[in-house]
């Protein structure tokens, strides 16, 4: 089946450092990727959606200017965030479709982000 | 503005037991409803996909149903085993191929 791999799975960093996960489809063309942020013993939220080369829609409430998206290819968006901050620590997961209609959505494994 | 609730919050069941899950939204006009397994720390796992004109899905031990008149959802968990603990989430898509509305999630435990 299709498989997303998401990268790093868990990153430790200082406060004000900016970091970046990658989201790859393996063995599909992801026109659409989308970003979920997840706090403890919530559900996720969707942060963001990403088509291939056009600027990512944000949710509202989400800073697109803190979460930086970018969907340069068919397989592959980023998503970095910038001069993180404790308050950001969280589990973000990405899940992509491909050009069939009524696809399924397919999730990475997700990145933890401790921010000390 | 579409919301899913899932009820209960939380559920422990010894083992061997059939159970079955809640999922309820707002809005009826669906594309799609899925359900998915979570273990703790970890990604999601699709269980079952039903598409808006569907009424069921089976795989194995599980069986997801919809009624979008009513807006609820249920997931069927069969003879449960201690392998099946984990958070249950359903989704629901109100476009084909765009975003996700996540439920508030079920914790389930089966006690061996």
């Known amino acids: 089946g299709a498989v997303v791999s998401q990268h790093p799975s868990w990153v430790i960093c200082k406060s004000g450092t900016s970091v970046k996960i990658e989201c790859r489809s393996l063995?599909?063309?992801?026109?659409?990727m989308f970003w979920y942020r997840q706090f403890p013993k919530q559900s996720l939220m969707l942060m963001a959606t990403?088509?291939?080369?056009?600027?990512?829609?944000?949710e509202q409430g989400v800073e697109k200017d803190k979460f930086l998206i970018n969907h340069a290819s068919l397989t592959l968006s980023t998503l970095t965030v910038t001069s993180a901050h404790p308050e950001d620590s969280s589990f973000y997961i990405c899940?992509?479709?491909?050009?069939?209609?009524?696809?399924?959505?397919?999730f990475g494994d997700g990145t933890r982000l401790s921010i000390l | 503005k579409q919301e899913v609730t899932q009820i209960p919050a939380a559920l422990s069941v010894p083992e061997g037991e059939n159970l079955v899950l809640n999922c309820s939204f707002t809005?009826?006009?669906?594309?799609?409803l899925q359900w998915f397994r979570q273990d703790p720390g970890k990604g999601l796992t699709s269980l079952l996909l039903?598409?808006?004109?569907?009424r069921e899905q089976t795989s194995g031990r599980l069986n997801a149903s919809l009624d979008k008149s009513s807006g609820r959802s249920t997931l069927y968990i069969a003879a449960s085993q201690p392998g099946d603990s984990a958070t249950y989430l359903c989704?629901?898509?109100?476009?084909?191929?765009?975003?996700?509305?996540f439920g508030t999630g079920t914790r389930l435990t089966i006690i061996p």
């Open positions: 899940s992509a479709t491909g050009t069939v209609v009524a696809q399924p959505q397919h």
């Open positions: 063995d599909f063309q992801a026109t659409t």
């Open positions: 990403s088509n291939e080369g056009s600027k990512a829609t944000y």
């Open positions: 809005d009826s006009a669906i594309y799609n």
């Open positions: 039903i598409q808006s004109s569907q």
């Open positions: 989704a629901v898509s109100n476009f084909g191929n765009e975003k996700l509305t």
